[in-house]
């Protein structure tokens, strides 16, 4: 015969531990998302491409001008991804934060999306047209430097700086675990180009998270 058992706080004021569908009590932080003995967490580091997949050209230098152009990580047919943080590189001899690498501020951006096959799109960011544009999107992480070169890293491609903003969702958006792309749907994360990029020297975007 079983014992049903409680868990309360020691002060009295009526709280009780509960124990969710995957075994773990809401008290505990886990550094992973909920799982049995058998699942295991792996690390997930893809670029994102031209057709979503590992394989495809992660050179975003491209002319969305006429035709706005995806790069895209897209979820996978057996396991799900939750990715947890963005890196981005823009690099363009003489870049600085006004400017998107050393060209003029674009005019109708590069734009950041979340896309489920049951809830749509959810914007993340658009108009996108500068490189503070993605640094203050980023929170300002990483920071470094000073006066006119805050942000800025040298001799990335050759002499030519850059900027690295990282975006951690956890931190700014307080999704623990980041976003999460379901196994077997058309769930996916991707960067839309609006304007010719084409003459910056280095553009990509890298996705960092866990498989599971």
């Known amino acids: 015969m079983s014992i049903k058992s409680l868990i309360q706080d020691g002060l009295g004021r009526g709280n009780i531990a509960k124990v969710d569908e995957d075994g773990a009590i809401a008290v505990v932080m886990h550094p992973h998302p909920p799982k049995d003995d058998i699942d295991a967490a792996f690390p997930f580091r893809q670029y ?4 979503g997949t590992a394989t495809g050209s992660n050179d975003m230098r491209v002319n969305g ?4 152009i995806d ?3 897209q979820a996978d047919p057996e396991i799900n991804i939750y990715i947890k943080s963005v890196s981005v590189v823009i690099v363009d001899a003489g870049a600085s934060l006004s400017e998107f690498g050393n060209l003029a501020a674009l005019t ?3 734009e950041f999306y979340w896309e489920t096959q049951d809830q749509g799109i959810v914007t993340i960011a658009d108009e996108l ?3 503070f544009d993605f640094v203050r999107l980023a929170i300002g992480e990483p920071s470094f430097g000073d006066g006119a070169t805050a942000f800025t890293a040298s001799n990335i491609s050759g002499q030519s700086e850059g900027f690295l903003p990282v975006l951690d969702f956890q931190k700014i958006f307080g999704l623990q675990y980041g976003i999460k792309l379901r196994k077997g749907t058309k769930d996916r ?3 839309r180009i609006n304007d010719n990029i084409t003459g910056i020297d280095e553009f990509n975007v890298i996705a960092y998270g866990i498989k599971f």
């Open 48 to 51: 994102f491409t031209d057709d």
């Open 108 to 110: 109708n951006g590069v």
């Open 189 to 191: 994360l991707f960067f």
């Open 65 to 68: 001008s006429a035709t706005p």
């Open 71 to 73: 790069f895209t990580v």
């Open 129 to 131: 047209q500068t490189n």
